[in-house]
């Protein structure tokens, strides 16, 4: 049966399939087009064409692969757009999805033949430039593109938006299961695809927690982090979109493999969950990610002077402001940490954020079991309204319960800190089960005690010793992020969040310790 999504349909019927438009704009469309990979699997592909070209001109090429659960005609509006500036741009189906035959993989070896084929058909039928090959997509798209241009050498340069670093980080992130997100990839895949039974099987041995390690071994195979070294043996040029509000693939690890590439790079971290900063694009629109997209291929494919290269190849939309601020490279010289030690919650009041180190010792407790008021909200819905509508996600921390988690404060702040990249927490517990979650969540706090949601962290322990102390490490989603003079920074911990299996379904106590030879840290990465 025929897979279209309903963007697809839209893209088709009111984007770009007119004949007569695509005559009017000199550019020639063969949405018929099917390619044979090495193992027999029909890939289905779409091909945008300029009309006027000489019979021995040789144009470049870029080559778009779709979104998970979605299909060859995504590209519809940007394809075009390319081709009127002189690409031969070919769109494909990955295999399991649209026409295109066999299982969906998620970027196995099979994946990569069947770039190889597309490329050796472009290279028979068409008048491709193959020493000019751009590689791009959003999503899996992205993924793809990231283990193409580090397995397929004639890929040139790739731009990968919304895609994964680590693909194990992103479904058992902190040795914590992806519960939201993975199920929705499962049930996507079986709707809308044809998924290898590897992938619902690998995730149902990450929630039962058996067999972890080929679960682990699996997705980093398919994680461009494994691959970076290829991609830096032949110097290939990448461009990196991710976006802060992104649960699924969250930009840690984009920006761990950004720091690992050696040749000429180039991220940029938008406001906006998986896929939303650049969806605009896919309709046409005016889009901040696709005109870099644009300028990237226009340099590397055509020679474009267009001054890509020169901008500062690291940008960050501010949550607070929806300003970029921008940095030389990353890890940035300009950016600090700042170490504000957790002092325990009294009989009266909450817990502090200090300055100096913690002298007292003390132990306080929380209860898992159920959820308490901080929470990162409804999985996609919540992160969306907040990036796109200001519809904050927000506590009135007051309100926080003191039986099921314990909130932090620093003091009214004299000045603004600036959060720029990734906070850590590392904090002394010592749980009464075997299996333990701590859940982390930053907020700024205005003088009412309204908290909004900057950044969240998990950590999960299997293998607990029940009353024996540990220190939990736990590493915050990136912020971009000014919090207010006159406000404060509160931290939140709990055990249970929407986005993550929870460690036990039963009630334990968790004893947070405090000492002088036992410090709990939260520190900030910021701009000084």
Known sequence: MKKFTALALGAISG???????????????????????????????????????????????????????????????????????????????????????????????????????????????????????????????????????????????????????????????????????????????????????????????????????????WANERSPLTHVDKINARNAPVYISNNFGDELFKPNSSLKFYSLLTGPKRIDINQGIHASAEATGLLGLPNYVWNNVHDWFDFWLKGVDNGITEKPPVAMELQSSNQRVEFEDWPSASVSTKTLYLGPRGLIGDGALRNSPNTSTYTNSIWSGADSIATTGIPILSAALDAHIDLEVSAWLPAASDVNSIVYETSSLSSPIKLRGVSTLDVWVSPSHSKTQLVAYLYDEDALGNGKLISHGVRTLHNAKPGQDVKLSIEFVTAGYDVPAGHRLALVLDTVDPLYQPATLGVEQINIRYGSSKQSVLTLSYDP
Do not use: M
């Open 15 to 217: 984007l770009v399939c007119s004949q007569s438009a695509l005559a009017a704009e000199s550019v020639t469309f063969d949405d018929q087009i099917v390619i044979t990979s090495a193992d027999g699997t029909e890939i289905a592909a779409n091909l945008f064409t300029p009309a006027a070209t000489s019979s021995n001109a040789s144009l470049p090429v870029i080559i778009f692969i779709n979104s998970w659960a979605l299909e060859e005609h995504e590209y519809l509006a940007q394809a075009f757009k390319f081709a009127q500036d002189g690409y031969i741009v070919l769109s494909y189906s990955a295999r399991g999805w649209g026409q295109s035959t066999a299982f969906a993989t998620v970027g196995g070896p099979e994946d990569i033949e069947d770039l190889s084929a597309i490329i050796d058909w472009l290279d028979v039928n068409t008048q491709a430039d193959i020493s000019n090959i751009g590689l791009s997509g959003i999503s899996y798209g992205a993924g793809l593109s990231l283990l193409g241009i580090a397995n397929e050498p004639r890929i040139k340069t790739a731009a990968a938006l919304s895609g994964w670093g680590s693909l194990s980080d992103a479904l058992y992130g902190a040795d914590t299961t992806s519960l939201a997100w993975g199920t929705i990839l499962i049930g996507s895949g079986y709707l809308l695809g044809e998924i290898s039974s590897d992938i619902p099987a690998y995730f149902a041995d990450l929630i039962a927690g058996s067999d972890v390690s080929e679960a682990i071994a």
